[in-house]
């Protein structure tokens, strides 16, 4: 992920980052809910040992209304440099940002 340290501002910010480009760079190609489930366990053992965490791993890995994710949609357009990276608070508010994306981007012709 882009993103500059001075956006991320607390220890417990950077942590889920960190578990967030976890998640998307190797539990993402996982396909079996007991490979995803190992992955998450590993990572809650992980920050443990790493952070010194100790984190519920239900609450943290399995609440669906409230994942691990980051991002800066409500800015679209913006250049990688001024994106302010930011935990996204709950799922529930995707809708409103994919409608706000659809509305001011182009989409892609495909070629024939």
């Excluded at 990276?85 to 409608?99: D, E, I, N």
């Amino acid at each position: 992920m882009s993103t500059k340290p001075t956006s991320i501002g607390k220890l417990d910010t950077f942590i889920m980052l960190w578990c967030h480009e976890c998640m998307r760079v190797f539990m993402d190609r996982l396909i079996s809910n007991e490979d995803k489930s190992w992955f998450t366990h590993l990572l809650h053992d992980l920050l443990k040992k790493s952070f010194q965490k100790e984190l519920d791993h239900d609450a943290t890995f399995s609440d669906p209304d409230k994942p691990i994710m980051f991002g800066d949609y409500m800015r679209p357009g913006l250049s990688p440099e001024d994106r302010a990276t930011s935990l996204l608070q709950s799922r529930h508010a995707f809708p409103s940002y994919l409608k706000l994306i659809s509305t001011i981007s182009t989409p892609v012709q495909a070629s024939k």
